[in-house]
């Protein structure tokens, strides 16, 4: 067999490993100096900086003859880690960013290298078939009383949600009424609340809904009594609702009453959607899950496991209580899924997402899932919350330091005793442009608070005491 020349060797076939093999020595060699170079959290220097960084180093991106792969991987690689936010670092705690379990990473490898497109049967025989007992297996934890419970596939929160407001659009959309059937009818009514994820009015206006009707959450959750007022004074003015109610803001981690929302939805009869893509992972945890109540009375739940999953991104999911939820998703192109193979026994995949071309982010999920099992994760769940507890007792301690409450899940809102909010933000941009801290911001009606967003379970008490000592150094006095 001739050997193809060096840099176009494929990643598949019995040989395709052969050719990989040197290449991820050169590629663990230069995120291994890159990492060392960068020696923190960020890059220092502000985007100017790192910017000038890069087209130094990679210039010219596109030459007229190519550097050959292992300079061409040295090159990037290494430039990428260098200039990287790290979340595997511990005072970068900004965001919801997780650092990847090194098991689903290297899983995610031999997806990538076997290329399933998840779009037709014999595209990804093996990949579909993994993604249906896996997907139906975490469904079963959101609704464990269900005869058939499903999962899809999402890139994550937002598309999850999207999904979710799509499915109510189309089960609430009769051609008529009943006196007129000719008259169209009212559109789909999404109430939520202020602490609502930014796509749940973003996914509105992409799906031609009106503008959510949104609740006051002056306390960072959603109240029954609030959402029964609003349902109460719908009646008869408006048509269908959905309610939505997030299980684990993006601004402080808050848990919304999902059981007493599910009684509200129920008793108005509207339709319910929980966004648990920060908080669902609870069910994975015997001593937090609990936080949970409710959840199974949702009409559909997201989750996403490239939060508190460790999951290289994208692992989100959206979870049904049974396949007749996603009838509305059925759609065919006679080329991935004719009515004759589906009617044969290929499986139709093109009916379990908006998109065509999919990755199999199935395979390091359910990698994971099988190495650490519910037990495993759960304890990293609870490793990662109680880090989060800790550095709350941190900052009640110390006597420069403000909390503004205790943490529902791993996200912590703290600001230096008495400092402003343009205080505040340069503290947080001091400490990014020096590649010393990455620090979130939350804006709540008691004003602009630090956030620490908590996502390594191997953080350790002496990691946030140093984080909170970064902050106190740039804290004018």
Same mark, same amino acid.
């Given at each position: 067999m001739t050997v193809p020349p060096a840099g176009t060797a494929l990643a598949g076939g019995t040989n395709g490993p052969r050719a990989l093999r040197p290449l991820l020595d050169t590629v663990l060699d230069a995120l291994t100096t890159g990492a060392e170079d960068r020696a923190g959290p960020l890059p220092p220097g502000g985007p100017d900086t790192v910017t000038r960084a890069v087209r130094d180093a990679c210039h010219p991106v596109f030459p007229d003859h190519g550097t050959g792969p292992h300079t061409a991987l040295r090159t990037l690689v290494h430039t990428l880690a260098a200039g990287a936010s790290d979340p595997a670092d511990p005072h970068c705690a900004a965001h919801l960013h997780c650092p990847p379990l090194a098991l689903a990473t290297a899983a995610d490898l031999a997806a990538c290298a076997l290329n399933p497109s998840m779009d037709s049967w014999d595209q990804a025989p093996a990949a579909s078939a993994l993604e249906a007992l896996t997907s139906r297996a975490l469904a079963a934890l959101v609704y464990p009383q269900a005869t058939d419970p499903d999962a899809l596939i999402t890139t994550g929160g937002t598309e999850s949600n999207q999904l979710a407001l799509l499915l109510a659009r189309e089960a609430a959309a009769p051609a008529?009424?009943?006196?007129?059937?000719?008259? @169209?009818?009212?559109?789909?009514?999404?109430?939520?609340?202020?602490?609502?994820?930014?796509?749940? @009015?973003?996914?509105?206006?992409?799906?031609?809904?009106?503008? @959510?009707?949104?609740?006051?959450?002056p306390d960072g959750i959603l109240t029954p009594d609030i959402v029964h007022t609003c349902l109460a004074n719908l009646a008869g003015r408006a048509g269908p609702v959905l309610l939505t109610a997030t299980a684990g803001t993006t601004d402080s981690g808050a848990i919304d009453p999902l059981a007493d929302l599910a009684d509200v939805a129920a008793q108005h009869g509207a339709r319910f959607h929980i966004d648990a893509a920060y908080g669902g992972a609870l069910l994975f $945890?015997?001593?937090?899950? $609990? !936080?949970?109540?409710?959840?199974?009375?949702?009409?559909?739940?997201?989750?996403?496991?490239?939060?508190?999953?460790?999951? @290289?991104?994208?692992?989100?999911?959206? !979870?049904?209580?049974?396949?007749?939820?996603? !009838?509305?998703?059925?759609?065919?192109?006679?080329?991935?899924?004719?009515?004759?193979?589906?009617? !044969?026994?290929?499986?139709?995949?093109? $009916?379990? $997402?908006?998109?065509?071309?999919?990755?199999?982010?199935?395979l390091k999920i359910a990698v994971t899932l099988k190495a650490l099992g519910r037990h495993g994760l759960g304890e990293l769940v609870d490793r990662t919350l109680a880090a989060a507890q800790t550095l709350a007792d941190l900052i009640e301690d110390h006597p420069r330091y403000e909390l503004h409450s205790r943490p529902a899940l791993s996200t912590v809102l703290f600001r230096p005793t008495g400092a402003d909010d343009t205080t505040l933000a340069t503290i947080r941009r001091t400490l990014l442009t020096d590649g010393q801290a990455v620090l979130g911001r939350a804006t709540t009606p008691t004003g602009l608070w630090l956030k620490a967003t908590l996502l390594n379970p191997h953080t350790q008490p002496g990691d946030l005491t140093t984080l909170l000592k970064l902050v106190e150094g740039h804290t004018p006095r």
């Amino acid at each position: 067999m001739t050997v193809p020349p060096a840099g176009t060797a494929l990643a598949g076939g019995t040989n395709g490993p052969r050719a990989l093999r040197p290449l991820l020595d050169t590629v663990l060699d230069a995120l291994t100096t890159g990492a060392e170079d960068r020696a923190g959290p960020l890059p220092p220097g502000g985007p100017d900086t790192v910017t000038r960084a890069v087209r130094d180093a990679c210039h010219p991106v596109f030459p007229d003859h190519g550097t050959g792969p292992h300079t061409a991987l040295r090159t990037l690689v290494h430039t990428l880690a260098a200039g990287a936010s790290d979340p595997a670092d511990p005072h970068c705690a900004a965001h919801l960013h997780c650092p990847p379990l090194a098991l689903a990473t290297a899983a995610d490898l031999a997806a990538c290298a076997l290329n399933p497109s998840m779009d037709s049967w014999d595209q990804a025989p093996a990949a579909s078939a993994l993604e249906a007992l896996t997907s139906r297996a975490l469904a079963a934890l959101v609704y464990p009383q269900a005869t058939d419970p499903d999962a899809l596939i999402t890139t994550g929160g937002t598309e999850s949600n999207q999904l979710a407001l799509l499915l109510a659009r189309e089960a609430a959309a009769p051609a008529g009424t009943a006196t007129d059937p000719h008259r @169209p009818a009212r559109p789909l009514q999404i109430v939520c609340g202020a602490n609502a994820h930014h796509s749940i @009015p973003r996914s509105a206006w992409l799906l031609g809904l009106p503008e @959510p009707l949104t609740l006051p959450t002056p306390d960072g959750i959603l109240t029954p009594d609030i959402v029964h007022t609003c349902l109460a004074n719908l009646a008869g003015r408006a048509g269908p609702v959905l309610l939505t109610a997030t299980a684990g803001t993006t601004d402080s981690g808050a848990i919304d009453p999902l059981a007493d929302l599910a009684d509200v939805a129920a008793q108005h009869g509207a339709r319910f959607h929980i966004d648990a893509a920060y908080g669902g992972a609870l069910l994975f $945890s015997d001593t937090h899950r $609990s !936080a949970l109540h409710g959840l199974a009375r949702a009409h559909t739940v997201g989750l996403d496991l490239h939060k508190l999953g460790w999951q @290289p991104v994208a692992a989100g999911l959206l !979870a049904v209580p049974g396949p007749a939820t996603l !009838a509305p998703l059925a759609h065919q192109a006679d080329y991935l899924n004719a009515d004759d193979d589906t009617e !044969a026994g290929l499986p139709d995949l093109l $009916s379990r $997402s908006l998109r065509t071309t999919r990755r199999p982010d199935i395979l390091k999920i359910a990698v994971t899932l099988k190495a650490l099992g519910r037990h495993g994760l759960g304890e990293l769940v609870d490793r990662t919350l109680a880090a989060a507890q800790t550095l709350a007792d941190l900052i009640e301690d110390h006597p420069r330091y403000e909390l503004h409450s205790r943490p529902a899940l791993s996200t912590v809102l703290f600001r230096p005793t008495g400092a402003d909010d343009t205080t505040l933000a340069t503290i947080r941009r001091t400490l990014l442009t020096d590649g010393q801290a990455v620090l979130g911001r939350a804006t709540t009606p008691t004003g602009l608070w630090l956030k620490a967003t908590l996502l390594n379970p191997h953080t350790q008490p002496g990691d946030l005491t140093t984080l909170l000592k970064l902050v106190e150094g740039h804290t004018p006095r």
